[in-house]
């Protein structure tokens, strides 16, 4: 561990222990360690003591640990904790990745499937577009800072490091605004825009989107669209020649893609992408399925910003026009229907009305049910003239065939009709009227022990019944 600032065992701020070195560049080294307090394993960067004798050269790591921290996305190192170490060493804690950057891929595999490049490109895009919208330019994109992590399900995902020369576009403090007027070189030249190698202070956002052409082109064909033996070659070759046509090293290339990079390199920036997610836009056909919710994501985080330099947001409606829905994008679903529906009157999607008539069919299957069941039923017997007497629970079966046949009930017959009260004959034969089988009671057993009451005879009648009038006639 000769080239960092701390030894393998020492423990720094009293909660992290250095383990090994991870990696070493011009201005600083990263070292893993373990977080004694949350058992874990970080990354800790800490500037070289040699890179301190330069005054803006804390002031930049600084300015870095300040950008990793505004940007919250998934596809950004997340910055821990911030410090100072004994003799002025700052350092930086950050996430623990595992796995290697795209630099990394393409010399393992040389070139790389579109499809593969361009979502490692969309995912860093994610990551772009929430640091543009916070005013941030990285201003040193390049296949080195693009790192390819694993997720718990082992899936791969783009990290996008190393925002130290990061320029903020919102403005900041003296120092801050010094940083953008230094005349060194800042960057990779590689992969820096023409504005950039002219002048480092006078860059927007579309210098990120340069960088990103250079980087696909690479991918996708295995050579940078640009190269020279030295920086100044380099920067000949890039004023003055034209890249190679994709499709003539790589066959398979489809034009489409050829013309979205081609626009990302275009030496006057305003004839490039106007924001990195109308970029991504341009990208999605030639990416994997699941590369459409990067795509997504950005739009969303430029929804405000997205606009072109005339002011006007890119791809937006001509006024007094309804909005057209995208037919690679499907419509979400809500509790009434689909959000990409036609539009109503007021320009608020049409409600489906198919909900309410089954709600209303099922009513009136209801209501017709319950009319047909209640059509269908037997009328119930009328109550008789002595519906309110109690009745006398039925003689059980063995008494049956020793009590007398019951004399049938006198009908009523009105005064004016009959004279006088006629008795019956106590030897007629009794009919009696018959009775529903529907409403006939169901005979139920006597209770043990039981017997009938007998009943005293009726005076002048030698009859033992009783009538259904209380024993009158």
């Known amino acids: 561990m000769a080239d960092s600032p701390v030894t393998e065992g020492q423990i720094l ?50 300015r870095e640990a300040r950008s990793a921290a505004k940007i919250r996305s998934e596809h950004v190192a997340r910055v821990i904790d911030v410090g100072i170490m004994e003799g002025g060493v700052p350092y930086m804690v950050m996430e623990y990745l595992e796995g290697h950057d795209v630099s990394d891929e393409m010399q393992k595999h040389g070139m790389l499937p579109i499809a593969d490049a361009i979502d490692f490109v969309l995912q860093a895009i994610e990551a772009l577009a929430e640091a543009h919208a916070a005013g941030i330019v990285h201003r040193d994109l390049k296949p080195a800072n693009l790192f390819i992590a694993h997720r718990a399900d082992g899936t791969r995902i783009v990290k996008v490091l190393d925002f130290g020369i990061s320029k903020s576009l919102l403005g ?103 924001t990195v997610s109308e970029l991504a836009r341009a990208l999605a056909p030639f990416g994997s399925l699941s590369s459409q919710l990067h795509v997504d994501r950005a739009s969303r985080v430029l929804g405000a910003t997205d606009v072109s330099l005339s002011g006007t947001p890119v791809n937006a409606p001509l006024r007094g026009s309804r909005p057209t829905p995208n037919p690679q994008i499907p419509g979400t679903i809500d509790s009434w229907g689909r959000t990409d529906a036609p539009m109503g009157t007021q320009g608020e999607p049409e409600r489906s009305r198919a909900p309410l008539l089954v709600g209303l069919g099922l009513t009136i299957a209801a209501l017709l049910a319950v009319v047909l069941f209640l059509g269908i039923r037997e009328p119930s017997a009328p109550p008789s003239a002595s519906a309110s007497v109690a009745a006398p629970p039925p003689p059980p079966l063995s008494t049956l065939a020793t009590l007398p046949p019951a004399p049938a009930p006198a009908p ?62």
Do not use: N
């Open 172 to 274: 900041g403090s003296v120092a801050e605004l010094s940083l953008t007027r230094t005349s060194t070189l800042i960057g990779s030249p590689l992969y820096m825009s023409p504005e950039q190698m002219r002048s480092a202070k006078d860059v927007d956002t579309r210098t990120d989107i340069w960088s990103l052409g250079v980087i696909m082109y690479e991918m996708i064909t295995g050579q940078p669209p640009y190269s020279g033996d030295s920086i100044p070659a380099l920067c000949a070759s890039l004023l003055g020649d034209t890249p190679v046509s994709m499709q003539a090293i790589r066959a398979e290339v489809p034009p489409e893609l050829e013309d979205a990079v081609m626009r990302c390199l275009a030496k006057d920036r305003s004839e490039r992408f106007s």
């Open 13 to 62: 701020a009293g909660k992290y222990r250095v383990e090994k070195v991870l990696g070493s560049g011009g201005m600083g080294v990263v070292v893993a360690a373990w977080h004694l307090e949350l058992e874990q394993r970080v990354a800790v960067k800490f500037l070289h003591p040699m890179a301190l004798e330069h005054a803006d050269t804390a002031e930049r790591f600084r």
């Open 412 to 473: 009523v017959q009105e005064p004016q009709v009959l004279p006088s009260a006629v008795a019956p004959d106590p030897g007629a034969p009794v009919v009696r009227p018959q009775e529903p089988l529907s409403a006939k009671p169901k005979p139920t057993a006597p209770a043990p022990g039981f017997r009938p009451k007998p009943v005293s005879p009726v005076k002048g009648t030698g009859s033992s019944d009783l009538s259904d009038f209380g024993g009158r006639r």
